[in-house]
């Protein structure tokens, strides 16, 4: 007979969803959580592991925690700060000078832990981050309980001396070592705030430093029209023969792609980070989906900033996506729920480059558990669970959530953080930026 296993936490189940191929639903199991890894996925009935913490979840359903690919953490409180204009006049106008007059290493902090606590509350349990200050994001993502790979946008103007981005990346990665939750990457911000040798530069400190690139690409047609008249091609075949393209690079955004462009994207490997809400909202225009799987591109969900979108949901990003893409293409059988369901998943762990790692729930990997309420009124009866977390069930389902082993949500209740204390926070930060707008 098997000696009895020791585990740091069982979450009981529930039915599994694992995004495994190999076993795709497990009804009523459970996962043995040790090191902050997926130690086993057993029947329920079992009584091989035994844990000092055990979470109930026998009536939810449990899925991998959601993927984010695309965040500005740090801009969370200035949703809702300038609505219903134009990417460029929102970015020029708002935005940049909001940002140039109150932005400072505390703000980051807390507006970043804000998000990073409401992300945790929407079922992400990674997001994949550009902005300013690493280590205050890095500190207020540890803080909050949220894993996240970061990276310092990289503009023209912070790239002024002969060093090479992303030198600091170096002693970052050295300082956060010991820390699971944090990694970090390279974002050259885009084609038009980066010149031709800063790209070079960032292709260049990317390869030595072996990280991920990450950029905006292809938001507007203006931003296409810009690159045929200064670099005498799209931006897609601009960033190529750069060198830039491959199985190591992020877009964010690649709305205004054409098939040539695609075809290269499929080629190299490249992958997308779609921020439907926010395209949507800004009125940027409508990712080709259809034309992109079908090529064999890979796609991923992401919210992008909240001052564009305005919310963290991933889930309802997932629903607005399906339901846009069946439309547009007149097939309401395009994008069923079972792949829906990986642009969120697995596909986003690719996108990253840690697949291996998250992005499904199996035995070895990194234990990223969200687990789902299913006792009201909206989630019964249920047929088919795929069905329900792409067309039903939202983030007021979301009951607990387990980031690296730790229990970081529970109940509805964020473990690591105050919540009454992030809101109160957040109406002060409110009263100082309406001040400054002189409202
Ligand atoms: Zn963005």
């Not at 393209?245 to 980070?273: F, M, N, P, T």
Request: contains cysteine.
């Amino acid at each position: 007979m098997r000696q009895p296993a020791i585990a740091d936490l069982i979450v009981k189940g529930g039915t599994i969803i694992t995004m495994d191929p190999a076993a795709p639903e497990l009804e009523n199991h459970s996962l043995a959580v040790k090191d902050g890894k997926i130690a086993a996925i057993y029947p329920s009935s079992e009584t091989f592991w035994s844990a000092p913490e055990i979470l109930d979840a026998s009536d939810c359903l449990l899925i991998p925690g959601l993927i984010n690919t695309h965040s500005h953490l740090p801009m969370t409180y200035f949703r809702g700060l300038a609505d219903d204009l134009p990417l460029d006049i929102w970015l020029r106008e708002y935005i940049w000078p909001m940002e140039a007059k109150i932005l400072n290493a505390q703000v980051i902090r807390d507006a970043t832990l804000h998000g990073a606590c409401e992300m945790l509350k929407n079922g992400i349990s990674m997001s994949h981050d550009m902005y300013f200050n690493m280590p205050a994001i890095a500190d207020a993502c540890t803080e909050a309980g949220l894993r996240v790979i970061i990276g310092e946008a990289v503009i023209d103007a912070r790239v002024s001396d002969g060093s090479l981005p992303g030198t600091q990346i170096r002693e970052l990665r050295q300082r956060y070592k010991d820390n699971p939750l944090v990694d970090f990457d390279l974002p050259p911000h885009s084609i038009y705030s980066c010149s031709r040798s800063t790209l070079e530069k960032c292709i260049q400190a990317a390869r030595e430093l072996d990280m991920l690139l990450h950029i905006h690409l292809s938001e507007t047609e203006a931003e296409v029209q810009n690159c045929l008249k200064e670099q005498g091609k799209r931006p897609v075949h601009y960033l190529n023969e750069l060198g830039m393209l491959d199985q190591r690079v992020l877009l964010a955004h690649a709305i205004w792609v054409d098939a040539s462009e695609i075809e290269v994207l499929a080629a190299k490997g490249v992958s997308i980070a779609s921020c439907t809400d926010s395209n949507l909202k800004l009125s940027s225009g409508i990712l080709p989906l259809k034309s992109y799987l079908d090529q064999g591109v890979n796609v991923s969900l992401a919210t992008d900033g909240v001052a564009s979108n305005n919310d963290l949901d991933l889930l309802s990003e997932l629903g607005n996506t399906a339901r846009l893409h069946k439309a547009i293409n007149r097939d309401p059988a395009f994008l069923p729920a079972k792949e829906a369901l990986k642009l969120v998943t697995i596909n986003a762990a690719k996108a990253l480059g840690v697949e291996h790692l998250r992005g499904s729930l199996e035995v070895g990997k990194d234990a990223d558990i969200c687990v789902m309420e299913l006792n009201d009124l909206q989630s019964q009866p249920l047929y088919n669970s795929y069905s329900h977390l792409v067309y039903a069930l939202g983030s007021r389902h979301v009951r607990d959530m387990v980031v690296a082993g730790r229990v970081v949500l529970r109940n509805g209740q964020l473990t690591q953080a105050d919540e009454t204390e992030l809101v109160a926070t957040a109406k002060a930060y409110g009263l100082r930026i309406k001040a400054e707008l002189g409202q």
